[in-house]
């Protein structure tokens, strides 16, 4: 719903491709936490950050809801 938000679909692959599970993903930029939401469902940890503090609570909810 955002304009830089990435397809989750791509952003597994990625994690998939540059990761095993249970290894930390970073995202310094995270937004809504696309990339903490595809790490989750992938079995990795994940670490963000977001100045944004809109923003960090929809990444916050997202990625709480998986778990």
Do not use: H, W
């Not at 955002?2 to 952003?11: C, G, N, R, S, V």
């Not at 540059?18 to 696309?34: C, E, L, Q």
């Amino acid at each position: 719903d955002y304009p830089t938000q990435k397809p989750e679909k791509l952003l597994e692959q990625v994690i998939k491709a540059a990761s095993n599970p249970g290894d930390i993903v970073f995202d310094p930029f995270m937004g809504v936490g696309s990339t903490g939401v595809a790490a989750k469902e992938l079995n990795r940890n994940f670490i963000g950050c977001e100045i944004d503090p809109v923003f960090f609570e929809a990444a916050r909810k997202r990625i709480e809801e998986i778990e």
